[in-house]
């Protein structure tokens, strides 16, 4: 077998660094466009650049958007007296579907974890802080996977907050300990909502 193109090696490095995709289907993904109409990849290179271009974090919630401030921050229907707070862009999106939460989100953007060197102030908790000690937030649920980094960050925030008179409920262990929300099924996730308890 002769030596790879070099071209060809980095497009498949690049899709492999992607999560959820392995060495074998970052090679197929890459084979898939090479062979296919320049329009296929070109739409993609596209959608890619437009999406980093166009798309921001929320200036309240941290959510993804196209605005300075995001749909559900901006929808006056929800109640702002309660928020849940997620680690990402992809659990907000598991509970939206499930239309169960109608108040606001706060995406922390990452769970804490000395070892990996993700510390307090590494995710998006000044903010939180401030938010709930300026609104009248009377609810804070706790939306966050029940692992050891889950429960770290969960009990920082109850500790931070403890003096606040808010009401701290954390999602049921519905949900496998260690178990990713974004990996739950939808009625054991709806579940573990509807029975959340206080921290
Ligand atoms: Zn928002």
């Keep these: 077998m002769g030596k790879q193109s070099e071209i060809l090696q980095n497009l498949i490095d690049s899709f492999a660094k992607l999560p959820g995709i392995g060495k074998k289907s970052a090679r197929r993904i890459s084979y898939y466009l090479i062979n296919s109409d320049t329009k296929v990849s070109n739409k993609l290179a596209e959608a890619v650049t437009e999406a980093k271009k166009k798309l921001g974090l929320c200036r309240i919630c941290h959510n993804l958007t196209e605005n300075e401030i995001c ?6 229907m929800r109640d ?11 659990d907000l999106y598991m ?5 169960v939460h109608k ?17 307090p102030s590494s995710l998006n908790l000044s903010s ?3 938010r709930v000690h300026e609104k009248k937030v009377r609810e804070l649920i706790i939306g966050l996977n029940h692992s050891v980094e889950g429960d770290t960050t969960a009990l920082y925030i109850s500790e931070k907050l403890k003096d606040s008179g808010i009401n701290i409920t ?7 300990i ?9 009625i ?12």
Excluded: W
Excluded at 80 to 90: K, T
Excluded at 107 to 112: A, D, Q, R, S
Excluded at 170 to 176: N, V
């Design 71 to 76: 749909e559900i921050c901006s929808d006056g």
């Design 188 to 199: 054991t996730l709806k579940q573990a909502f509807m029975e959340r308890r206080n921290f």
């Design 80 to 90: 702002s007296s309660s928020i849940l707070i997620v680690e990402n862009f992809s």
């Design 128 to 130: 939180l802080f401030l």
């Design 178 to 186: 260690g178990g990713e929300i974004e990996f739950t099924d939808e």
């Design 95 to 99: 509970f939206e579907k499930l239309n």
């Design 170 to 176: 954390r999602l049921a262990t519905g949900i496998p």
């Design 103 to 119: 108040g606001l989100y706060h995406v922390v953007g990452g769970l804490i974890s000395p070892l990996d060197g993700i510390v």
